[in-house]
């Protein structure tokens, strides 16, 4: 029982040691050093999944349209549920008011994985908009270098067919017309977002 106590005790210094993502006081540190807390602005970019949707933002509940979130402002009214996902790495719930380009405020519910949105770990345009000097964080492998000189690899990313694209927008298709059936969305807000959709193909 007090091995329990101790390791209790000293695990925030642990945790702060390790450089992990932490929730105090209405204060989210992330491990990029970038802050969140009640009454910040956060400033989202772009879904980066092929049909626009965000990777790494999704709705608490219900909703699927997270392509609606696209360069709009977010300002924190509440952060709970700080949890670690294992190799995913770790999320928040985000309470607040989304600002929309056209003006539009909503409340919203949100899970973010605030690193990989913060920064893309495949490259990709980052979900969240930070200062420069919250980037770059990751650190990257070096192996040593081979004793005998062999050609070197050219790391190509591997494109999406066509046909996987054109099913994946199908897919989103579906969604959008199944939440204008629901009573959801508008009919022009559905020919809207299907026409987005479309234009991307």
Same mark, same amino acid.
């Given at each position: 029982?007090?091995?329990?106590?101790?390791?209790?005790?000293?695990?925030?210094? &642990?945790?702060?040691?390790?450089?992990?993502?932490?929730?105090?006081?209405?204060?989210? @540190?992330?491990?990029?050093?970038?802050?969140?807390?009640?009454?910040?602005?956060?400033?989202?970019?772009?879904?980066?999944?092929?049909?626009? @949707? +965000?990777? &790494?933002?999704? &709705?608490?509940? &219900?909703?699927?349209?997270? !392509?609606?979130?696209?360069?709009?402002?977010?300002?924190?009214?509440?952060?709970?549920?700080?949890?670690?996902?294992?190799?995913?790495? !770790?999320?928040?719930?985000?309470?607040?008011?989304?600002?929309?380009?056209?003006?539009?405020?909503?409340?919203?519910?949100?899970?973010?994985?605030?690193?990989?949105?913060?920064?893309? %770990?495949?490259?990709?345009?980052?979900?969240?908009?930070? %200062?420069?000097? +919250?980037?770059?964080?990751?650190?990257?492998?070096?192996?040593?270098? %081979?004793?005998?000189?062999?050609?070197?690899?050219?790391?190509?990313?591997?494109?999406? %067919?066509?046909?996987? $694209?054109?099913?994946?927008?199908?897919?989103?298709?579906? $969604?959008?017309?199944?939440? !204008?059936?629901?009573?959801?969305?508008?009919?022009?807000? !559905?020919?809207?977002? $299907?026409?987005?959709?479309?234009?991307?193909?």
């Amino acid at each position: 029982m007090k091995k329990l106590l101790f390791a209790m005790m000293f695990f925030p210094f &642990f945790a702060k040691a390790q450089n992990l993502p932490r929730l105090e006081n209405d204060t989210l @540190y992330t491990t990029s050093g970038f802050n969140m807390y009640n009454g910040r602005v956060l400033q989202l970019a772009t879904g980066t999944s092929a049909a626009g @949707y +965000f990777r &790494f933002i999704k &709705f608490k509940a &219900f909703r699927t349209d997270t !392509y609606n979130l696209q360069n709009s402002s977010l300002q924190v009214s509440k952060l709970k549920g700080l949890k670690s996902s294992g190799d995913d790495g !770790y999320s928040i719930r985000i309470t607040g008011t989304a600002t929309h380009l056209d003006g539009k405020q909503e409340e919203v519910e949100l899970v973010v994985n605030f690193d990989k949105a913060i920064e893309s %770990p495949d490259r990709l345009p980052d979900e969240i908009l930070v %200062p420069a000097e +919250f980037k770059n964080q990751r650190k990257e492998i070096v192996a040593e270098e %081979p004793k005998q000189k062999t050609k070197p690899v050219e790391n190509v990313k591997q494109k999406t %067919p066509d046909d996987i $694209k054109n099913l994946l927008i199908a897919d989103e298709i579906k $969604k959008l017309f199944d939440l !204008y059936k629901a009573g959801a969305l508008t009919k022009d807000e !559905y020919e809207t977002q $299907k026409k987005k959709l479309l234009d991307r193909q």
